[in-house]
C-alpha cells in the first residue's frame, strides 16, 4: 500500500467523484470510482496515473452512454459555432488568471502608451462553473470544442480542444451540471 500518494495520482482520483451526477448515472461511475481508489492505494508508479488516466476516459465513455440510454438511445446533438456552454475550470487555468490579476492589482495599470492591458475581476477558483462561447468545433464524432470561457471581468480563458464532461477542463451542456 503506497504510504502517500503522487500529487498527480491525487488530483486524478478528484476526476472520478460522481455526487454532483443524477442517481441513474451515479450508480454507473461508483464503481470505476471505488477502482480507482483501490488502484491508488495499492500500486505505486507513473503508471497508476496513466492507468488512472485510462479509467477516467472508461468512465466519461460509461456515463455517457448510460446519459443517451436515458435520453431514449437519442445522443444529444454536437454544439454549434456561437452556442454558449459551461465550462469547468481546471486548478492551471485558476491559477494563471488569477496570476494575472495580481500582477495588474501589485503594478497598476501602466503607462497609456505601452499597449499593456490590465487583466482585473473577481478571483477563478478551481472547479468554478463558467459560460464559454464555442468558437470551433472540432470532428463531430469526438465532440471537442475551442472555447472563449468568459470570466468575471474584463478578460477572457481561451480553452482549446475540450471534451464534453463534467470534471475541471470539460463543457457541458447548459443546466447539465448544476
Same mark, same amino acid.
Given at each position: 500500500?503506497?504510504?502517500?500518494?503522487?500529487?498527480?495520482?491525487?488530483?486524478?482520483?478528484?476526476?472520478?467523484?460522481?455526487?454532483?451526477?443524477?442517481?441513474?448515472?451515479?450508480?454507473?461511475?461508483?464503481?470505476?470510482?471505488?477502482?480507482?481508489?483501490?488502484?491508488?492505494?495499492?500500486?505505486?508508479?507513473?503508471?497508476?496515473?496513466?492507468?488512472?488516466?485510462? @479509467?477516467?476516459? *472508461?468512465?466519461?465513455?460509461? %456515463?455517457? !452512454?448510460? $446519459? =443517451?440510454?436515458?435520453?431514449?438511445?437519442?445522443?444529444?446533438?454536437?454544439?454549434?459555432?456561437?452556442?454558449?456552454?459551461?465550462?469547468?475550470?481546471?486548478?492551471?487555468?485558476?491559477?494563471?488568471?488569477?496570476?494575472?490579476?495580481?500582477?495588474?492589482?501589485?503594478?497598476?495599470?501602466?503607462?497609456?502608451?505601452?499597449?499593456?492591458?490590465?487583466?482585473?475581476?473577481?478571483?477563478?477558483?478551481?472547479?468554478? @462553473?463558467?459560460? *464559454?462561447?464555442?468558437?470551433? %468545433?472540432? !470532428?463531430? $464524432? =469526438?465532440?471537442?470544442?475551442?472555447?472563449?470561457?468568459?470570466?468575471?471581468?474584463?478578460?477572457?480563458?481561451?480553452?482549446?480542444?475540450?471534451?464534453?464532461?463534467?470534471?475541471?477542463?470539460?463543457?457541458?451542456?447548459?443546466?447539465?451540471?448544476?
Amino acid at each position: 500500500m503506497a504510504a502517500e500518494l503522487h500529487p498527480a495520482v491525487a488530483q486524478m482520483l478528484g476526476n472520478f467523484r460522481y455526487d454532483h451526477l443524477p442517481a441513474n448515472l451515479q450508480e454507473v461511475s461508483r464503481p470505476f470510482h471505488d477502482l480507482a481508489h483501490q488502484l491508488a492505494e495499492t500500486l505505486t508508479g507513473p503508471e497508476v496515473t496513466k492507468g488512472l488516466d485510462a @479509467l477516467w476516459a *472508461a468512465k466519461n465513455w460509461a %456515463v455517457l !452512454a448510460a $446519459s =443517451t440510454a436515458a435520453l431514449g438511445g437519442a445522443a444529444p446533438p454536437a454544439p454549434a459555432v456561437g452556442d454558449v456552454v459551461l465550462y469547468r475550470v481546471t486548478a492551471d487555468e485558476a491559477e494563471a488568471t488569477n496570476r494575472r490579476r495580481q500582477d495588474f492589482q501589485n503594478n497598476g495599470p501602466g503607462d497609456d502608451h505601452t499597449g499593456f492591458i490590465a487583466h482585473f475581476g473577481n478571483w477563478v477558483q478551481e472547479g468554478d @462553473l463558467l459560460p *464559454a462561447v464555442v468558437v470551433q %468545433v472540432h !470532428a463531430e $464524432s =469526438t465532440v471537442t470544442c475551442n472555447l472563449q470561457v468568459l470570466l468575471d471581468g474584463n478578460d477572457t480563458l481561451w480553452a482549446t480542444s475540450r471534451a464534453e464532461g463534467t470534471a475541471a477542463g470539460q463543457w457541458s451542456r447548459k443546466g447539465a451540471t448544476r
